[in-house]
């Protein structure tokens, strides 16, 4: 199994790789769901960071 870091940093050189051992493999495709992935996991920790201080606050406001 390849790593997605070295597939990410040389498509190149993977794809050649591929090649000679008589596979086609579309890397376009899997490095733009890869993207996708990596965009939906940043918008994902942003969400859990706005709960987080959400829940700080109604924490402080219920101590008043």
Known sequence: MLDIRLIREERERVEK???NR???VDLGELLALDGERRQLL???EALKHQRNMASGQIGL???E
């Open 17 to 19: 790789a591929l090649k």
């Open 22 to 24: 008589g596979l086609r």
């Open 42 to 44: 940043q918008e994902s």
């Open 61 to 63: 406001f219920l101590k």
